[in-house]
C-alpha cells in the first residue's frame, strides 16, 4: 500500500509542476500579445 500512496505523490507534484509551467505559458503569451490580456483559463 505504500507503493500506491509514493505513486499519487509522484504524480501530485507532476501535477503542481503542469500548473505552474501552464501559467508561466499563459503568462508569456499575454506579453508578447498572442493571447489578450483579459483572456481565462476555462
Do not use: H, P, S
Not at 13 to 36: H, N, S, W, Y
Amino acid at each position: 500500500m505504500e507503493g500506491m500512496a509514493v505513486i499519487g505523490f509522484v504524480f501530485g507534484m507532476l501535477g503542481m509542476v503542469a500548473f505552474v509551467r501552464l501559467d508561466k505559458l499563459i503568462k508569456t503569451l499575454k506579453e508578447k500579445g498572442i493571447l489578450e490580456e483579459n483572456y481565462k483559463d476555462e
